[in-house]
C-alpha cells in the first residue's frame, strides 16, 4: 500500500434486489480532519449495494489528488452481511475508511473508481452501461487561512423506489460539522474524473416517456411536463414525475442514475469561499406499481424575531390505508438547550392519519444567519401486493431577520416599519411600497448565505417592482439603500 495506512472498517446494511443484474445503488466518499499538524485525513468509502447480486463492492482504486492512490482489497472476510438496510431487507451497506497524510496544504480532488456500473441503466449510453466505470469524488482544500474542514456527513440512504406518475423525492439530509453553509446542484455522473458518463440523459428527458404528448401532461398533477430539479439551499430534490416507458429486459421496472453534489461555502475575510464538496451518485428504480403516495402539508417557511416560539401541528396520512413512519431530521432537533420536541413520534411504523406537534422556545443564542432546515420524511409500509415503499421528503424553514448589513455604514432608515412588500410569498414579480419622501437609488437581492442574486440601479428606471421568477425558491433579503441609510425586508420565493 505504499506506505499508507489502510483501514478497512466495514459497516453492513441495505436491501436485496428483484433481479441478479444490479450490484452498486449509489455511494459517497466523505472526509474528516485526524491531525491538522501532519495533514491526516480519515476518508470514508460508503457503498450501497444489492445482496442479490454475486459482484463484490469495494475493490475498486481510491485516488487521493496528490498523485498517489490505493488499491482497496476487500476480501471476503473483511465484513458480515447479517445485517441490512430497508424493507425485505434488500441492500446492504458497506463502509471502508482509509487515512491517509498529505505533505503539503494544497487543492485535492479525492476519486474513488469501479470499473463496472450496473447493466441496463436506462439513461446511461442507451442503457449499455455495464461497461461505464462508477466514480464518486469529493474535494479537499488545506488552507491555513481557511481553517480545519471536515466534510458534511449524509445522514439518509439513497435507496429509496420510484413510481411511474407519481413524484420521486430524496434528500441526503447533510449535515457539517463545523457550521458551513451547504449548497446543492444536480451533477452528471463521471465516469473519469474529468469525464461525463457516456450519452447521460437526465430522468425527465421526453425520451422516457411514451409520446411528447404523454410527456407535456407528465408531473403528477397531470397538467404540465416532467420536471426534474433540486433546491440548493434545502438538498430537497424532486423528479416529478417518472415516466411510463419501461424496457428493462425483465421485469417491469426501470433503472436510471442520479448525482447531486454538496459544496461547503464559509465566510472568509468577509467573503464567501467555496471550501469543499462531496458528490453522491445513487439509482433509483422506477417501477410501475400503482400507489398512493404518502404525502403531508408542512407550515409555510417562517421568519421569526427572536422572541417568537413554534408550535405546529402536521397531518401524515397515506391514501391507500397503509401504515406509515415519520422521520425528522435537522440541527434544530439536536440543540444542548431547548432543542425542538416532536410529539408523539412512533418509533416504528404506525396507522394514519397520524398528528405531530412541534414546539420550539429559541434561546437568544439560538438566532443566527443560516436558516434552520426542519427535515421530514414519511414512507408506507405496503400491504398489498405491492413489495416497495414510497416515500416523501420535504423540507420546512425557519429563519431568523438577522442577516447582517451588507452595505456598511448606512443605518436601518427610521421608517423601516413602513416598508411593504408584496405578494409576500411571490412567484414572480415582488412590489415594494415605502414613504413618499423616500427615493432609494438601488435594489439589492441576497440569499440566505448572504450571496447577491440581484443588483438593479433604480435611479436609471423609477421601478418599483422586481421579476424574482428565476431565482430558485427559498428566503431571500431585499435591500433598498439611497445612500445615506437603508430598508431591508426577507421575502419567500414559492412556486
Request: glycine share 6%; net charge negative; hydrophobic share 35%.
Amino acid at each position: 500500500m505504499n506506505n499508507r495506512h489502510l483501514v478497512l472498517v466495514v459497516a453492513f446494511i441495505l436491501l436485496l434486489a428483484k433481479v441478479n443484474a444490479t450490484h452498486i445503488w449509489g455511494g459517497e466518499l466523505t472526509y474528516k480532519v485526524v491531525s491538522a499538524a501532519s495533514l491526516t485525513y480519515e476518508f470514508t468509502l460508503t457503498g450501497y449495494i444489492d445482496t442479490g447480486s454475486p459482484v463484490r463492492f469495494g475493490d475498486g482504486i481510491i485516488n487521493f489528488g496528490d498523485g498517489t492512490e490505493a488499491q482497496i482489497d476487500l476480501v471476503a472476510d473483511s465484513y458480515e452481511d447479517n445485517e441490512f438496510l430497508g424493507p425485505n431487507n434488500r441492500f446492504n451497506l458497506y463502509r471502508i475508511k482509509i487515512t491517509h497524510t498529505y505533505a503539503a496544504p494544497g487543492t485535492y480532488e479525492i476519486t474513488y473508481t469501479e470499473p463496472n456500473r450496473n447493466d441496463e441503466i436506462i439513461n446511461i449510453n442507451l442503457g449499455n452501461s455495464v461497461q461505464t466505470p462508477f466514480l464518486i469524488k469529493s474535494l479537499i482544500i488545506i488552507n491555513p487561512e481557511f481553517g480545519l474542514n471536515s466534510s458534511p456527513i449524509f445522514n439518509t440512504f439513497p435507496i429509496d423506489f420510484g413510481f411511474v406518475g407519481k413524484i420521486f423525492t430524496h434528500n441526503p439530509w447533510a449535515w457539517d460539522p463545523d457550521g458551513d453553509s451547504l449548497a446543492y446542484r444536480l451533477v452528471t455522473p463521471k465516469m473519469d474524473p474529468d469525464q461525463p458518463v457516456t450519452n447521460y440523459l437526465t430522468p425527465s428527458n421526453s425520451e422516457f416517456y411514451v409520446s411528447p404528448l404523454e410527456w407535456d401532461l407528465s408531473n403528477e398533477s397531470g397538467n404540465g411536463p416532467a420536471q426534474y430539479k433540486i433546491n440548493p439551499f434545502t438538498g430537497d430534490l424532486s423528479w416529478d414525475a417518472p415516466g411510463n416507458l419501461l424496457r428493462h429486459s425483465v421485469g417491469d421496472f426501470s433503472e436510471y442514475n442520479l448525482a447531486l453534489l454538496v459544496e461547503e461555502w464559509r465566510q472568509i475575510n468577509g467573503s464567501w469561499r467555496r471550501i469543499g464538496y462531496v458528490t453522491r451518485d445513487f439509482l433509483v428504480m422506477v417501477t410501475a406499481e400503482e400507489i398512493g403516495r404518502p404525502d403531508f402539508e408542512l407550515p409555510e417557511d417562517r421568519m421569526m424575531t427572536a422572541s417568537e416560539s413554534v408550535q405546529e401541528t402536521i397531518t401524515f396520512q397515506d391514501p391507500d390505508g397503509d401504515p406509515i413512519k415519520v422521520e425528522f431530521f435537522g440541527e434544530v432537533f439536536d440543540l444542548p438547550n431547548s432543542p425542538m420536541m416532536v410529539s408523539p413520534l412512533p418509533a416504528d411504523f404506525t396507522n394514519g392519519p397520524l398528528a405531530v406537534s412541534l414546539q420550539w422556545a429559541p434561546l437568544a443564542w439560538h438566532v443566527r444567519q443560516r436558516p434552520y432546515y426542519v427535515h421530514v420524511k414519511i414512507t408506507d409500509q405496503p400491504t398489498d401486493s405491492r413489495t416497495d415503499p414510497a416515500v416523501t421528503y420535504k423540507t420546512w424553514i425557519l429563519s431568523f431577520a438577522t442577516i447582517p448589513d451588507v452595505v456598511t455604514g448606512l443605518p436601518v432608515s427610521p421608517d423601516q416599519s413602513k416598508f411593504i412588500v408584496y405578494p409576500n410569498p411571490t412567484s414572480g414579480k415582488l412590489r415594494w411600497q415605502i414613504p413618499a419622501n423616500s427615493e432609494p437609488e438601488y435594489l439589492t437581492i441576497y440569499n440566505c448565505l448572504g450571496q447577491r442574486t440581484i443588483s438593479v440601479n433604480l435611479t436609471s428606471n423609477g421601478v418599483k417592482e422586481i421579476d424574482v421568477s428565476s431565482l430558485v425558491n427559498g428566503v431571500y433579503l431585499l435591500q433598498l439603500t439611497d445612500g445615506s441609510r437603508k430598508y431591508q425586508i426577507r421575502f419567500l420565493k414559492n412556486d
